[in-house]
């Protein structure tokens, strides 16, 4: 998957659960995640991570934290 891809169907969805491979195990993992920031919640979360041209920045609920995904390794995206 594309990064823009990626984040116009997570932007479209609002919350979405996104099913990705990892790198290091080879696993299908999942996460909730958001592009909406705007909430006072996400706000005052602290963010030391930087996207990159191959990374996309989103807010995962599960984790309670924000979180480089890389878009080729992602499998699914559906919504909330």
Do not use: H
Not at 15 to 26: F, G, M, Q
Not at 29 to 43: A, E, R, W
Request: hydrophobic share 30%.
């Amino acid at each position: 998957m594309k990064k823009e891809e990626l984040a116009r169907l997570v932007d479209e969805y609002g919350d979405a659960v996104i099913t990705y491979r990892s790198e290091n195990s080879n696993k299908l993992k999942y996460n909730v995640c958001t592009l909406d920031f705007s909430t006072p919640y996400i706000q005052q979360k602290k963010n030391r991570a930087k996207e990159s041209e191959q990374t996309l920045l989103l807010f995962c609920w599960d984790t309670d934290s924000f979180r480089l995904l890389k878009p080729q390794n992602v499998t699914s995206v559906v919504p909330l």
